[in-house]
């Protein structure tokens, strides 16, 4: 069963303009969440995160919002450029168990064209 | 330069034949972990480690087999009983005191079985 869903398997955006991706979970015990962005034949790299005590955090164009009630969550990109061009994984870990131990999405292929 | 690296980064199998993935990590990680990427899906968790000498299985350990001799090094056996093992494989690892669920991964191992 797929604890956290990415319901949108691609999306294409023009550059310069804003890039939302969407992601839901069904575990009220996840605590912490990531997002990581990944290449063709590479390992994702981890790109940005947030904690269930906070709404929102940022980093340069990246930011999260996380809406608990909703169990959702999104990761806004602004502006947009075609080197962020790639498959974004949204993931989950909930307080209780393993670190490291990660429940991801299926990924959303984001494409972003001149 | 620190990070992870796994070989082969291509394989071929014969069904029937086991095939042993590489993974090494000079981050001076503790935790190591196999995922596991299917077209489409999510990664699974095979397998982690969090000190030498001890490992847990993950969601789908089913046909995988794994050792952990040296802090530096977890490598994963993909065994014939495997059913279905053509897909991308990743290794991951944290540090531990860092606190933080964040893992870092190698650049993936993909498995073909002909």
């Known amino acids: 069963d797929q604890q956290v869903k990415q319901n949108s398997p691609s999306l294409s955006v023009q550059e310069g303009r804003i890039s939302i991706l969407n992601c839901d979970y069904t575990n009220s015990m996840f605590d912490y969440f990531l997002w990581y962005k990944k290449y063709p034949a590479e390992g994702p790299t981890f790109l940005i995160s947030i904690s269930s005590i906070k709404d929102k955090n940022e980093d340069g164009r990246f930011t999260v919002f996380l809406n608990k009630s909703a169990k959702h969550l999104s990761l806004h990109i602004v502006p947009s450029q075609p080197g962020d061009s790639a498959v974004y994984f949204c993931?989950?870990?909930?307080?209780?168990?393993?670190?490291?131990?990660?429940?991801f999405g299926r990924g959303t292929q984001l494409t972003v064209w001149p | 330069d620190g990070g992870i690296t796994q070989s082969p980064k291509y394989l071929f199998r014969k069904e029937g034949q086991n095939v042993t993935l590489s993974c090494e990590q000079n981050?001076?990680?503790?935790?190591m972990y196999w995922y596991r990427q299917d077209p489409g899906q999510g990664l699974r968790l095979i397998y982690y480690?969090?000190?030498?000498?001890?490992?847990q299985k993950g969601d789908i350990a089913e046909g995988y087999s794994v050792s952990r001799e040296k802090k530096e090094s977890f490598p994963l056996t993909v065994t014939s009983a495997q059913k279905n093992p053509t897909a991308f494989y990743l290794c991951a690892s944290i540090l531990v005191s860092s606190g933080a669920n964040v893992l870092t991964f190698g650049a993936g191992s993909r498995l073909t079985v002909l």
């Open positions: 480690s969090q000190i030498v000498n001890d490992f």
């Open positions: 981050l001076n990680h503790d935790a």
């Open positions: 993931a989950a870990s909930d307080r209780g168990s393993t670190l490291g131990r990660l429940y």
